[in-house]
Every structure is written in C-alpha cells, then in structure tokens.
C-alpha cells in the first residue's frame, strides 16, 4: 500500500547500497547504544529473501540471508517499508498481526526498535545522562510545575524542552466534581466487548474497566474537546495544533485500579504514536485533566524528561533497571500535557483499600492533516483483538507472534 508523500523503497536495493551507507555515515554508531545485550535481527520477505543486521564493532552490519540473525521476522515488503519510514511501528504491527516470529523471540524485536529508528531515520537513542537544556542552553528543572497565569513564553520553552508540562488549577473543584461525576456514569454504562472501553481482571477474576473513549457523548466532558483553555496550552507548542479524535470519539475517561493481572491498565513505557503514524501524525498533544488525585498511591504518570527527541526500549513501568522519570502530583482540576511521542508511563497504584484511585479525562490536538495510514478510525482500533474487552500485553501479543 503506497502511502501519500513517502518514495517506495526497494527491499534489495535499500540492504545493498542505501542502507550501508547511511550505517558508514553515522547510523551504526548512532543505533550502537540500543544494541546492548541484542544479536541480529532479520527481515524476510515471504519469498524467502532476508537481509541480517548484525550488531558489530559498535555499529551494525547488513548481511544478505538470515542465517546470522538470532530473531528472523517474517514481514511484507510494504510493512518493513513503513518501519523505513517511520510510519509504522513494531508494536503496531505486532498487535495488528501483520509479523511473524520464524526464529527466536518477538520481543527482541521490540527491543531492536531504537537501533532500527537511529538506523532508518536518524533519531539518536535516548541518553538520561544527557544535560536538560532548553534552546539558549539554559539547564531546566523536569519538576517544575506552573500556574495558569504563569508567563507563556516560559511555558513554551519548559514544553518544548521536556516534552510535557503540569500546569496547576486550569479547572475549579466544582467542574473537575461535575466531570468525575460523567466519568462514574460512562464506567457504569460500560459493555465489554463494545470497542469503546477497555477492561482489565484482578486476580481474583473481578472484571474492571478501566477505559472509556466515548466521553465526548456525556454534556459536561464534552466540553473538553477543543476546550479554550486547554487550546490554549496546545498553542505553547507552536505548531497550528488543532483539536483531534484520538483514540476515540474526542474525548477518553482512564480508570486507575490496584492489583490488576490481566489487561493493559497499567501501561509501560511508552509513546503515544507506537501503535504507528510517528511521521504522519506527530507533533500531537494529549492534555490530561485530572478528576482525583493523582499519587503514587492512586496512580501516577510519569514522563522521561527530553525523550520526545529521541527513542527509548521498551520497558515495564515497574522495571527496576528501567527509568523512573518525573512522576506527576496532580489535584482535581490540574492538568498535563505532553507530546505524543515523550515516553511515559502508568504504573500501577502503590496503595490498596483506598476509596478512590487517579481518573483523569484526555483529549487530543494534532495536525489538520492527522490521518491513520491503516484507514482504521484510530490507530487504537487494532489493540481491540477480544471479544471480553481486553487488551493484551505487548509481551503476550508478541509470545503469539513466536508461537504462530
């Protein structure tokens, strides 16, 4: 499938010349970080021709054939085009079952996924010991949080540096009361199985949603689409943003819950564009308003500081050798926004027994021209694979994937 702006690209020719050149030029240097502890990887076509990428002398070598990759991926030539492009995403095609895992295991390919972005397209794998700057290198501080009269430039400047920013009470009490209060209702109304929640299991087998995407159908959250004052925080970005659908309908409710065992409500680390569409969709904005508190008792978020440049592995929130991040403490009536492609993460509540956990409502600003290349309504639709609501663990869906 040819997409709109973007040249074909040869599978032999790009492995032959295009490619080992790009790597002789910086590429296999700059992927070289992100290959720590991997060994090759493959792409086959389903005629049977492959190419190897062999971590090699602190760079990557192309080899012709799969026999020097420990994980060979079985993939089309139009899906392994679009990892070239950077419009899709391992994730998202492993979800949407778009691979094969012939030898070895999928989730080395997820963990290929920096080094195949600094190979492909030039995006440097992140670094945590890298200087926060902003644009005149002035050092800033990923804690800091702001008021809604707080000067905008500083804003911009903080947003564009880190990749998020928490502005403090941009909604009173009394309307973060009246959106909890549409918030509650829409996860009573909820239907496994609907397409428009996400639900989860303890393990005790209580089933618990803990998504809603159609918040825009309830008066009050409605509101939220397009909102005044959160427009105009998306315009600190400086990109024309203008309100989109998302993930859902406009406007998405997430329930925080403890103990959960199955289901994707507590989320790892992770860009908002890695179900696909980085190069066509992003820069996007997520503003999150807060309706509880947030805590790491009730369930935070939490951002990597200057990651929106950059690419990440996959990590799980609660990893111990992965990063801890800037976590937000947030009130009703607080709100964040972060670019879409900023790592950050949900992990689960730390307290038990309480009576309310973090539900926060979020909506989307993006470009005019914000479009799903798979021609789904929204690059989420793919996540939805059962019947019971849920939605699988990148680590199962990619354990399939090496089964099938």
Same mark, same amino acid.
């Given at each position: 499938?040819?997409? =709109?702006?973007?040249?074909?690209?040869?599978?032999?020719?790009?492995?032959? *010349?295009?490619?080992?050149?790009?790597?002789?030029?910086?590429?296999?240097?700059?992927?070289?970080?992100?290959?720590?502890?991997?060994?090759?990887?493959?792409?086959?076509?389903?005629?049977?021709?492959?190419?190897?990428?062999?971590?090699?002398?602190?760079?990557?070598?192309?080899?012709?054939?799969?026999?020097?990759?420990?994980?060979?991926? =079985?993939?089309?030539? =139009? *899906?392994?085009?679009?990892?070239?492009?950077? $419009?899709?995403?391992?994730?998202?095609?492993? $979800?949407?079952?778009?691979?094969?895992?012939?030898?070895?295991?999928?989730?080395?390919?997820?963990?290929? &996924?920096?080094?195949?972005?600094?190979?492909?397209?030039?995006?440097?794998?992140?670094?945590?010991?890298?200087?926060?700057?902003?644009?005149?290198?002035?050092?800033?501080?990923?804690?800091?949080?702001?008021?809604?009269d707080d000067d905008e430039d500083e804003m911009a400047v903080f947003l564009r540096a880190t990749g998020f920013l928490v502005v403090k009470g941009l909604f009173s009490r009394d309307e973060a009361a009246a959106f909890?209060? !549409?918030?509650?209702?829409?996860?009573?109304?909820?239907?496994?199985?609907?397409?428009?929640?996400?639900?989860?299991?303890?393990?005790?087998?209580? !089933?618990?949603?803990?998504?809603?995407?159609?918040?825009?159908?309830?008066?009050?959250?409605?509101?939220? $689409?397009?909102?005044?004052?959160?427009?105009?925080?998306?315009?600190?970005?400086?990109?024309?943003?203008?309100?989109?659908?998302? +993930?859902?309908?406009?406007?998405?409710?997430?329930?925080?819950?403890?103990?959960?065992? =199955?289901?994707?409500?507590? %989320?790892?680390?992770?860009?908002?564009?890695?179900?696909?569409?980085?190069?066509?969709?992003?820069?996007?904005?997520?503003?999150?308003?807060?309706?509880?508190?947030?805590?790491? +008792?009730?369930?935070?978020?939490?951002?990597?500081?200057?990651?929106?440049?950059?690419?990440?592995?996959?990590?799980?929130?609660?990893?111990?050798?992965?990063?801890?991040?800037?976590?937000?403490?947030? &009130?009703?009536?607080?709100?964040?926004?972060?670019?879409?492609?900023?790592?950050?993460?949900?992990?689960p509540p730390a307290g038990r027994g309480l009576a309310r956990y973090r539900i926060s409502a979020t909506t989307n600003?993006?470009? !005019?021209?914000?479009?799903?290349?798979?021609?789904?309504?929204? $690059?989420?639709?793919? %996540?939805?694979?059962?019947? *019971?609501?849920?939605?699988?663990?990148?680590?199962?869906?990619?354990?399939?994937?090496?089964?099938?």
């Open positions: 499938m040819a997409i =709109e702006g973007f040249a074909p690209v040869d599978f032999h020719a790009y492995h032959r *010349d295009e490619l080992p050149e790009k790597l002789r030029a910086g590429g296999g240097e700059a992927a070289a970080p992100g290959l720590l502890g991997l060994e090759g990887l493959a792409f086959q076509l389903p005629t049977g021709d492959a190419y190897s990428y062999v971590p090699r002398d602190g760079g990557v070598a192309v080899e012709a054939g799969a026999g020097a990759a420990a994980t060979v991926i =079985e993939i089309q030539s =139009e *899906d392994w085009e679009g990892l070239v492009h950077d $419009y899709e995403s391992v994730a998202g095609l492993l $979800y949407g079952s778009r691979v094969r895992c012939l030898r070895g295991d999928a989730m080395r390919f997820i963990a290929w &996924e920096p080094a195949l972005r600094a190979m492909f397209v030039g995006r440097p794998i992140y670094d945590p010991a890298e200087p926060l700057v902003d644009e005149a290198g002035r050092e800033i501080e990923p804690q800091r949080v702001f008021q809604p909890l209060a !549409e918030a509650d209702a829409l996860r009573a109304e909820a239907v496994k199985g609907d397409k428009r929640s996400w639900w989860a299991t303890t393990p005790e087998g209580e !089933e618990i949603c803990c998504r809603v995407t159609r918040a825009i159908e309830k008066p009050r959250l409605s509101t939220l $689409y397009g909102e005044p004052r959160l427009r105009r925080l998306a315009d600190l970005a400086g990109a024309g943003l203008v309100a989109r659908e998302g +993930e859902g309908t406009g406007v998405t409710c997430i329930y925080k819950s403890p103990g959960i065992e =199955e289901g994707l409500s507590d %989320l790892p680390w992770h860009r908002d564009c890695g179900m696909g569409g980085h190069a066509l969709m992003c820069p996007v904005l997520v503003a999150s308003v807060f309706l509880t508190p947030a805590t790491p +008792e009730t369930g935070q978020l939490r951002f990597l500081p200057g990651s929106g440049r950059a690419s990440c592995a996959f990590r799980e929130a609660t990893d111990a050798r992965g990063p801890e991040g800037v976590g937000v403490a947030a &009130e009703p009536g607080d709100v964040s926004l972060h670019f879409g492609d900023v790592m950050h993460a949900a992990p600003f993006g470009s !005019e021209n914000f479009r799903p290349h798979t021609g789904q309504h929204s $690059y989420n639709d793919v %996540l939805h694979r059962r019947e *019971d609501g849920q939605v699988e663990h990148l680590a199962k869906v990619a354990g399939k994937a090496s089964a099938s």
